[in-house]
């Protein structure tokens, strides 16, 4: 008798996506689908939750044909560099401008990393600040403060 294997990863990845599409599909029924021409408010997150489930069908019908690697451990440090990023950014935006919080944003994503050190995280942080910025600001023009009133003079 054959044993059953496959990719645990990528089978709790498809059940997960064929939830989320789902839980949406349920929630756009009850708003006006309309029909294709003349589209409803609920069409349009009608037909991205069925895709969504469709995806969601196709992963876990290939998880169940190969057998995965077995799940590692839980990457600790990434959910608590990563995730507050973010939101710090949002509370410090207005406060410290753009410029100070994205650069605080990033030094903090940076040590994410265990292989990450002080001296490379303020240069990453540096550039992308610079390059952000460049493109956001100066490039596209966009109407924000660069330097907010915490770190005015």
């Known amino acids: 008798m054959k044993s059953i294997s496959f990719d645990t990863t990528n089978a709790i990845c498809g059940a997960l996506f064929v939830a989320t599409g789902a839980f949406f599909a349920i929630q756009s029924l009850g708003l006006d689908l309309g029909t294709a021409v003349r589209m409803g408010p609920g069409y349009f997150p009608l037909v991205l939750a069925f895709v969504l489930v469709l995806l969601g069908a196709i992963i876990f019908i290939q998880a169940l044909r190969v057998e995965g690697e077995p799940i590692g451990p839980f990457a600790w440090r990434g959910m608590v560099f990563i995730l507050p990023a973010p939101v710090l950014f949002g509370?410090?935006?207005?406060?410290?401008?753009?410029?100070?919080?994205?650069?605080?944003?990033?030094?903090?994503?940076?040590f994410a990393s265990q292989k990450m050190n002080l001296f490379v995280a303020i240069i990453l942080s540096l550039l992308l600040t610079v390059f952000s910025v460049a493109v956001f600001s100066y490039g596209l023009g966009l109407p924000f403060e660069r330097f907010g009133p915490w770190v005015r003079f």
């Open 91 to 110: 509370l410090t935006v207005r406060g410290l401008g753009f410029a100070p919080a994205l650069f605080l944003t990033a030094f903090i994503a940076c």
